[in-house]
């Protein structure tokens, strides 16, 4: 991408998320307002799996701690801010104990890891009703109301959830930049170089997990006002599989990736309507046919088009070595 | 003391038909490094097939079974290595994994539209009566269903040792390259093992189904437990995803009557986060040279 056309292209896009709410119904707004959301979370993946080459099957149950502990918190009275701080601090510290598992195993095992992990989440989100609610959940989380900005209608809560997405964006492009960042890379192309070149991939691939895990938990923070109601279903495995979807669809280790990849898995649907119960076979044949022609996802099919002498070698490197694991 | 033994001889059923699917998802890994998220739903999708034999084409219990093998190790055989497996090689492990996951969906959903979200009754194979034994009712298809599946085993186990065909198919898992030099037709081979994963898939199916009766989502459960045996067991062992399976069966069963209901599903994936750490090449797996 020409690095000139970059500061447009986002002043652009920013341009559209803002008008996008306008004019719509209810529905609509909320369902952008979840899109965003999710694209947080999905953002959160992106630097785990796209950046730092560690496949996660977990993050749904990192939105659930969040979702947990903010609707907890705020129920008892606590304003949104210190809670959604306190989801993150949670959620950040489990990813930090989930990446240890990573330091030991990669592939298709850390996979599994993640997968029993999440599963084990949803289990005791069930199971220990006397803190989640159980099977019935929580609900009538009170919506962030910030004095002269209250986020009780549809249309704040999204320019609310855009702030947040925004600051969270802007802080994630600054993690990609920094010399975490290109650590992170180094991790996922090359391991034994990175630590060889004095990259402590121990604490880097813990870090991959624990940042990416506090971003889960943000998204987690803005679920709960947003639904006001959640319940462990919400949170089970097969979201964590569409995270990962979101991810891979959209391009694992692109900063837009998760944004489209969102896009793709919450806003189709709605546009797919008409196909009624056959949205979810079109979408996982999509991915298929995506998979086979374009692993890199949409902003590499992209990519792949613009260039076409130069093919996507970054991430190929990264699939390399899933291979071979 | 009867209780016990009719909780472990269900259990021990019950696990070996986790075993016949964890033994198919094991020989795919060895033979093609295919990690299919959907081998769940290749053991829900066989009964199916059995029930479009019974009640749309009208044939006996007997053909529609043969019928639904058939069509099973053509769909989720033959198909799933041409349209699938085959054009994904070359991009490698993660996209494989998507679209296997993908893949899950894809059959879930087909199944849910085309034969309806209702659970629906299999008919029952072996007979539904019951034995006793030293005070313990133990029944006769639990015991059925653990000698099929031990005897699919054991031939599976004499055919991969004692042929031809099954030695090639070894020496592919172990070595395309050598088993290609020294001439094995590779390919094939690696085709048989997809056929082979298909046919053990849809004998799972139809022992587990008229238990659990065929539903839509069955997957879901299946395929997390015959994960968890072939990695429990030893990822690249026959005998490892056995031992796996019988473990599961038996531990899920005796858990759930004597420990705690509520969290039966957690044990399996405790023990699993336990192996890997500890052990990642399982109880009697050896660790493959390959990853390092």
Known sequence: MKRRLTP??????????????LGQTDYIKYI???????????????????????????????????????????????????????????????????????????????AFVTLAFN???????????????????????????FWLFDTNQNLP???????????????????????WGRAFKGLRENPIRAESLGVDTRRITLLAFAIGSAYGGLAGALISPLVQFINPDSFALVQSIRILLMVVVGGAGFFFGPLFGAAMV????????????????????AVIVLMVFCPSGLIGAGQALRERFRPGHRVRGDMKQGSQL | MSQFLQVFLSGLSTGSIYALAA??????WQAAQTVNFAQGEFVMLPAFFVLIGIHWLHLPLWLSLIFGLIV??????????????????????????????????????????????????????????????????????????????????????????????????????QNPEVAEILGVNVKRMVLYTFLVNAALAALASF????????????????????????????????????VGGLLIGVLDNLTATYVTTEYRAALPLVMLIVIILWRPQGLLGTSEGRQV
């Open chain 2, 207 to 242: 022992l587990i189904s008229p238990i659990y009766l065929a539903k839509f989502s069955n997957g879901e459960t299946l395929g997390l437990v015959a994960f968890i045996a072939a990695i429990v067991g030893g990822f690249n062992q026959i005998r490892g995803a056995l």
């Open chain 1, 157 to 179: 809560f999204y320019y609310f959830t855009l702030a947040v997405f925004v600051v969270a964006a802007a802080l994630m492009w600054g993690i990609v930049r920094s010399p």
């Open chain 2, 72 to 173: 099973a190790v053509i769909v989720l055989g033959l198909l799933f290595k041409k349209v699938v497996v085959e054009p994904m090689l070359p991009n490698g492990g993660l996209p494989l994994i998507i679209a296997t996951m993908a893949l899950s969906i894809l059959l879930k959903e087909g199944t849910k539209q085309f034969y309806g979200a209702e659970a629906q009754p299999f008919p029952n194979i072996f007979p539904q009566t019951t034995m006793t034994l030293d005070g313990a009712v133990i029944s006769v298809q639990d015991i059925m269903n653990l000698v099929v599946s031990l005897g699919v085993v054991v031939g599976l186990t004499l055919f991969l040792n004692r042929t031809r065909t099954g030695r090639c198919m070894q020496a592919t898992a």
């Open chain 1, 32 to 110: 952008l307002s979840s899109w965003l959301i999710f694209a947080i979370a999905a953002m959160g993946l992106n630097l785990t799996l796209g950046y730092a080459g560690q496949i996660s099957l977990a993050q749904a149950s990192f939105i659930g701690i969040g979702a947990y502990t903010t609707a907890l918190l705020t129920l008892a009275g606590v304003p949104w801010i210190p809670s959604m701080l306190a989801a993150m601090a949670v959620s950040f510290l489990v990813g930090l104990a989930l990446g240890f598992p990573a330091l030991r195993v990669q592939g298709h095992f850390l």
């Open chain 1, 266 to 285: 919450i806003l189709l649907p709605e546009f797919l309507r008409f196909t009624e119960g056959y949205y979810l076979m079109i979408y996982a044949s």
């Open chain 2, 23 to 28: 033994i198919g998802f094991t020989l795919l």
């Open chain 1, 8 to 21: 447009i292209l986002l002043v652009v896009g920013l341009a559209l998320l803002i008008v996008a709410p």
């Open chain 1, 119 to 145: 599963t084990l989440f949803y289990l005791v989100a069930r199971n220990e009703d006397w803190l989640t609610g159980g099977p019935y959940g929580l609900s009538g989380m009170p919506r962030p109301d």
